[in-house]
């Protein structure tokens, strides 16, 4: 399971990225502040990108998926699937604790 988030405007802007795998963070948490340069291995998003086996040749991961394309929000493929909640809050749960975080479940919905 991976996360990337970039927020940029006009070129400039802030990275955060994480992987984990079998429940366990293999990746991160990564940030990059607006004005860092990126780290010689390349941006949080380019890393999480290259985790999960994206191979960018000449151009970096970012821009080969698509997401440098100034296209607006929303991404070039997308998936649709179905899961339990479950499957993806536990072990997020059980990461962010061990890694020393706080955890805060959020009920949505009517109560």
Not at 96 to 110: C, D, F, N, P
């Amino acid at each position: 399971m991976a996360y990337a988030e970039a927020e940029y405007f006009g070129g400039v802007g802030e990275e955060n990225a994480a992987v984990w795998r079998d429940g366990e963070l293999v990746l991160g948490p990564l940030h990059l502040a607006e004005g860092e340069p990126a780290p010689a291995g390349g941006s949080p998003v380019c890393q999480v990108l290259r985790a999960l086996g994206v191979h960018a040749g000449q151009e970096d991961e970012f821009m080969a998926v698509g997401l440098g394309s100034g296209a607006g929000p929303a991404l070039a493929a997308t998936e649709t699937f179905r899961f339990d909640s479950a499957q993806v809050r536990d072990p997020l749960r059980d990461t962010v604790l061990k890694s020393g975080w706080t955890w805060r479940g959020v009920v949505l919905g009517e109560l």
